[in-house]
C-alpha cells in the first residue's frame, strides 16, 4: 500500500467558517465577525462595527456549535481517523486580554474533542485560523505590535492544559504566508488593521506587514518551545498555503521570476518556522519592500529553538509567472499569476493541477524532511441537490481522486513522507475569500444559503460515499 498504517484521513475546518454562535455563551467578536458576504464578482467587505441589516456569514455558517455530534457522528461513518478544526480565540479569550478564559468556551471544545475521542478521531487543532480577538486591532493594531505575543501565549498556554489529554497534533498559524501579499486576507488573516483593501482601504505598507508577520513568527516559535519543554507528546506543525508558480516560458527571465515567486511565498516562511531562521534571499526581499525588521534581542534565538515538528500546507492550484504579455490572467488561492495554458480552471478560476501537488510535496520534502500532511484541499463549485435528493458532485470526486493520485506517486515513487490528508471544508461551510456560502466543498450538503436562508440540514453527497471507500481502502481504491 501506498500510505502508510494509520494515515490521518480526514477533512478540514475553521471556526468562523463553520461554528456560527459568533455571539454564544460569552464569545468575543473576531475579525472574522466583521467580514460581510459577498460573492466572486462583489468582494465582501469588512466593516469597523456590525452593522444592522448587513449579512455576516460567520455569524451563523453552518452552525457547528449545535450541530456538532451530527457532524461528528457524519465524518465518523465516512471512516475519518482525523478532524482538522480550529479554536476560536475569542470563546476562551473574549477580548484576547483577559487573564481568566471563559469557562463555557472550553467546555464547548472539551465535548468536540471528547466526541472525536469516542470515534477514535485524532483531532488536528489550528491554534489561529482567521479570527483574532477584534479588540487586540482596535488597541494594537493586531500583530503589527508585539503585545499580542504575550496575549497569544498566554492563549496557548490554557488550550494546552485544558486539552493535554485530548488533543495531540497542533497547528499554530493557518497560512501564515497570507501576509506576504499585499491585499491577501490579511485582515482577516487576524493581522493588522487596514489591509482589508475593503472597508478600510488603506494603501499597502509592506513595513508592518512584514513587522507583523515577524511578530507572528516569534509567538509561533515560543509556543512551539513552551509545548516542547512542557508536553513531549505533541506535534507541532506549521500551515503555509502552498503557491505553485510556474514560469510562463522558458525564458530565462521567467524562470528566475518563478523561483523568486517561489521564494517569497512560499519558503520566507516555512524556512523560519521549519529551518528556524530567515533565509539567505530574506535581505533582497526586505529590500526590494523597503522594509527594516525590528527584532528585539533573543528573537533570532527563539526562532532558532522553536522549530516546528511537522509541515502542514493547503494545497488547491497552480498559475504561472512570467512576462507572458499576452497571457490571461488567473485566479487562484491568496495570489492569482497567468493562467496556465495547459490547466482547466474552476468555476473561481482557479487552475486545476493535481501534478502540482505531486511537485510541491517533494519541493517541500527536499528542502525540510519533515513529516508533511496536506491539511487543505479541495474543489469549490456549486452543487445542486436534483429532483431524487442525490448531489451528483462528480467533478469534486474526480478533483479528489487525481490529488490523492499524485499524492501516491509522491510517497510510492518519489519517497516522500507523507502522514495525512485534509480535504478542506469536509462539510459545506462559508468560503474564505468571498464570503459566500455558493462555493461549497463538502462531502456533506448544507442546506444553508447566500441572502441566509436553510434549514441547516445536512445531506450526504456522492463524493461522501466515495471518499468513505477511499478510506476504507487506504487510498487503494479511486
Ligand atoms: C484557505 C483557507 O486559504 O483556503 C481556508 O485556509 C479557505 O480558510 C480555503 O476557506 C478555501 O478558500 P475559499 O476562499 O474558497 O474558501
Redesign the pocket.
Known amino acids: 500500500m501506498a500510505f502508510r498504517d494509520g494515515f490521518l484521513w480526514g477533512g478540514a475546518t475553521?471556526a468562523n467558517?463553520f461554528e456560527g454562535a459568533w455571539n454564544v455563551d460569552g464569545k468575543g467578536i473576531s475579525v472574522s465577525d466583521l467580514c460581510t458576504n459577498g460573492s466572486l464578482t462583489s468582494p465582501k467587505r469588512i466593516t469597523s462595527e456590525i452593522e444592522t441589516g448587513t449579512l455576516y456569514p460567520s455569524h451563523e455558517a453552518v452552525d457547528f456549535y449545535h450541530h456538532y455530534e451530527e457532524d461528528i457522528a457524519l465524518m465518523a461513518e465516512m471512516g475519518y481517523k482525523c478532524f482538522r478544526l480550529s479554536i476560536n480565540w475569542t470563546r476562551i479569550f473574549p477580548t484576547g486580554m483577559e487573564r481568566e478564559p471563559n469557562e463555557k468556551g472550553l467546555a464547548f471544545y472539551d465535548k468536540v474533542f471528547d466526541c472525536c475521542r469516542r470515534y477514535d478521531m485524532e483531532p488536528l487543532v489550528t491554534i489561529s485560523?482567521?479570527e483574532m480577538p477584534y479588540a487586540l486591532v482596535e488597541k494594537y493594531n493586531g500583530w503589527a505590535s508585539r503585545e499580542c505575543i504575550g496575549y497569544f501565549e498566554h492563549y496557548c498556554e490554557v488550550i494546552f492544559e485544558r486539552y493535554q489529554d485530548k488533543v495531540k497534533y497542533w497547528l499554530t498559524f493557518?497560512?501564515i504566508n497570507s501576509g506576504m501579499q499585499q491585499m491577501g486576507n490579511i485582515l482577516s488573516t487576524s493581522t493588522v488593521k487596514g489591509y482589508s483593501g475593503t472597508v478600510f482601504d488603506f494603501p499597502d505598507d509592506p513595513q508592518t506587514r512584514f513587522q507583523a508577520m515577524h511578530h507572528q513568527f516569534v509567538a509561533s516559535a515560543k509556543v512551539v518551545l513552551y509545548a516542547h519543554e512542557h508536553y513531549p507528546d505533541f506535534k507541532m506543525g506549521n500551515m503555509v498555503?502552498c503557491i505553485v508558480s510556474y514560469p510562463y516560458t522558458c525564458k530565462p527571465e521567467d524562470i528566475l521570476e518563478a523561483q523568486h515567486q517561489m521564494q517569497y511565498m512560499n519558503w520566507y516562511c516555512s524556512d523560519v518556522q521549519c529551518k528556524g531562521e530567515y533565509p539567505f534571499y530574506a535581505k533582497r526581499i526586505w529590500k526590494e519592500n523597503g522594509v527594516s525588521l525590528h527584532m528585539e534581542p533573543g528573537d533570532l534565538e527563539t526562532l532558532k529553538k522553536g522549530t516546528v515538528d511537522f509541515y502542514t500546507f493547503?494545497y488547491?492550484s497552480s498559475n504561472c509567472v512570467g512576462a507572458g504579455e499576452t497571457a490571461e490572467q488567473g485566479a487562484g488561492?491568496?495570489v492569482g499569476g497567468l493562467r496556465n495554458p495547459y490547466i482547466q480552471v474552476s468555476d473561481?478560476g482557479w487552475g486545476i493541477d493535481a501534478s502540482g501537488l505531486r511537485y510541491s510535496l517533494n519541493e517541500i520534502y527536499d528542502r525540510y524532511h519533515l513529516p508533511m500532511m496536506v491539511v487543505?484541499n479541495g474543489l469549490?463549485a456549486h452543487d445542486t441537490v436534483e429532483a431524487d435528493g442525490r448531489i451528483r458532485d462528480d467533478y469534486r470526486i474526480d478533483y479528489l481522486r487525481q490529488h490523492i493520485e499524485q499524492m501516491k506517486l509522491a510517497v510510492e515513487e518519489d519517497g516522500v513522507d507523507l502522514i495525512g490528508y485534509t480535504p478542506?471544508?469536509c462539510i459545506d461551510l462559508v468560503?474564505?475569500?468571498?464570503g459566500e456560502m455558493a462555493?461549497r466543498y463538502g462531502f456533506v450538503y448544507v442546506d444553508k444559503f447566500d441572502d441566509g436562508t436553510g434549514d441547516l440540514s445536512r445531506r450526504r453527497k456522492d463524493s461522501f460515499y466515495w471518499y468513505k471507500k477511499v478510506i476504507k481502502t487506504n487510498g487503494e481504491a479511486l
Open positions: 475553521a467558517q485560523h482567521y493557518n497560512e498555503c493547503s488547491y488561492n491568496i473561481w487543505e469549490g478542506w471544508g468560503s474564505a475569500s468571498t462555493k
